[in-house]
């Protein structure tokens, strides 16, 4: 899905995209069954802890991780895709992809909250308003080409894609379908929602608390999953509760019955042997800005940095001895694209090698020990982002000790979400990032490094790689997982050149009390299964 990413820096974050609320890993998946099949409890309410307030509740204005999990509860998808990672139904019943046509046919008998029935007019009306850069939907470019085309004949919707866009179908499970009212007048959906989905919002008190209430005659969920299915609560109250610790006690006492822990927490909830689901995702990815004037500008800077740190180290610290090496660029489950195209590519530990490479790239160690070049030092700024928790400063401390043996002054900049967001996209003052990216497929990820810089496209590191551009656009041509091999492949080139360094993977966990449910990215409102216990 070439051409511009439009407001997909949202969806950017460390593990807040998981974890703190703060943005998104993309989440394509949905399923309709429960993770349990007997002893549950139908009707009451499901409390679920975010860490952060949506803000404004336009499914398709915001790709932020908080939005997205609360979009899910009240708005469907066309298509929904199983753990195996398969297409499934939702409100598609049947679909065809013939090159750049595709052919969906809807489900009859779907209906709005307000009762008000959901047409294939609908679902056009949906596709051509994301599709179109000037709405600056982060949907744009990511789920659906820019320019695609969307019509209605009867019960069918025709799309026409502008270029190759192997995994369409994926793209099309992951954006939120809003009906007819909120499309004519998107006010409506800033404080309201307006969807076909299992619930709907009942109550909002931002910053506090969100009510939303389940919908009696919904049969059109993930493979006809439906709202009388057993176990399933009568309300569903999403309240915002930033401090982690706080939510641990809250899931241990019982008065949430799920939330996403990360931090220290962890170790107390696990002991007292809760319900718990795992999301994998890449936790520890490392950008170096290459906007002209840069230092890291220069291929033999970025290797120099990346060899003069133990990533191996660096990933035990960020993730308390939990992660694993990084393998891909795409790791969040259903994987599209699974393989290594990491352990090969990126740059060994090596400081001498490091220092030896700037020696030569002219940056001299001056009586202070640290370097420069035509009198300007080797002074960088790295940000990482605060949401991740205390072993992302830990890890970001060792980093800079280390980058310190090798004659490089840098300066920490430890922010939240919103700043770093702007400090990538906006001003533009950083040299150094840790901020992961997760999708589920890699055409997802092609406008980060191709392409227009911000504000225009979503290039904030200003990556030029011909060998990455080049094999990804063979790699477009490829239908699904048969291109995987071009895509990793493609992958690798980036990580040689040390445009981006991912180096560590790690296992979120939802934890449960007094209910179970299934994860894939965010959780799935319709495996939500009240327990006795």
Not at 111 to 123: H, K, L, P, V, W
Request: hydrophobic fraction near 40%; charge should be neutral.
């Amino acid at each position: 899905m070439s051409g511009p990413y439009r407001t997909l820096r949202r969806m950017i974050t460390p593990m807040a995209c998981l974890v703190a609320g703060g943005c998104l890993a993309t989440a394509l998946a949905g399923c309709g069954g429960g993770p349990a099949a007997g002893g549950v409890v139908s009707g009451g309410t499901f409390t679920f802890a975010s860490a952060a307030d949506p803000g404004n509740l336009d499914p398709q204005a915001s790709a932020s991780g908080t939005l997205f999990q609360f979009a899910y509860f009240a708005y469907d998808r066309l298509l929904s895709i199983d753990p195996k990672g398969e297409i499934r139904t939702q409100l598609a019943k049947s679909w065809q992809v013939d090159g750049k046509q595709v052919k969906l046919t809807m489900n009859k008998g779907v209906t709005c909250s307000d009762g008000s029935s959901f047409t294939a007019q609908t679902a056009a009306d949906n596709i051509n308003y994301i599709a179109d850069p000037k709405n600056a939907s982060p949907y744009t470019g990511l789920m659906l080409p820019v320019g695609a085309r969307a019509t209605a004949d009867a019960n069918t919707v025709n799309i026409t894609l502008p270029q190759d866009a192997p995994f369409v179908l994926n793209g099309l499970a992951g954006v939120p379908m809003v009906c007819a009212k909120g499309l004519a007048d998107r006010k409506v959906l800033v404080n309201s929602t307006d969807g076909t989905g299992p619930y709907q919002l009942a109550a909002a008190t931002p910053n506090d608390q969100y009510t939303f209430t389940k919908r009696a005659g919904y049969t059109w969920g993930p493979d006809g999953a439906t709202t009388a299915q057993p176990g399933l609560p009568d309300k569903v109250v999403v309240k915002v509760v930033p401090n982690e610790s706080t939510v641990a006690n809250l899931v241990l006492s019982g008065q949430i019955n799920a939330a996403v822990v990360l931090g220290p927490d962890v170790k107390r909830l696990e002991a007292a042997k809760v319900f718990s689901a795992d999301v994998p995702a890449l936790i520890g990815q490392m950008w170096y800005n290459q906007a002209p004037g840069r230092p890291s500008a220069d291929r033999a800077v970025r290797l120099a940095l990346t060899q003069a740190v133990d990533l191996a180290q660096l990933r035990q610290v960020l993730t308390s001895g939990k992660g694993e090496p990084a393998t891909a660029l795409t790791v969040t489950a259903p994987v599209a694209c699974p393989g290594n195209s990491v352990s090969k590519a990126v740059p060994t530990h090596d400081l001498a090698a490091a220092k030896a490479a700037l020696d030569a790239a002219g940056w001299v160690p001056g009586s202070d020990g640290i370097r420069a070049k035509g009198g300007k030092p080797l002074a960088l700024t790295f940000v990482y982002n605060t949401q991740s928790g205390p072993a992302a400063s830990s890890a970001a401390e060792l980093a800079v000790q280390q980058w310190g043996q090798l004659g490089v002054k840098v300066t920490l900049s430890g922010q939240d979400t919103t700043a770093s967001t702007n400090t990538l996209y906006t001003t533009g003052n950083w040299d150094i990032a840790w901020e992961p990216v997760n999708v589920y497929t890699p055409d997802q990820l092609v406008g980060f490094f191709v392409g227009s810089n911000p504000p225009q496209g979503n290039n904030f590191a200003h990556i030029d790689n011909p060998a990455y551009a080049g094999a990804a656009a063979q790699a477009m041509k490829t239908a699904g997982a048969a291109g995987c091999p071009q895509w990793l492949s493609a992958e690798s080139n980036l990580f040689r050149d040390a445009d981006v360094v991912p180096f560590a993977n790690e296992v979120a966990k939802y934890f449960g009390s007094g209910a179970k449910f299934s994860v894939t990215g965010v959780l799935l409102p319709l495996s939500i299964r009240m327990t006795a216990g």
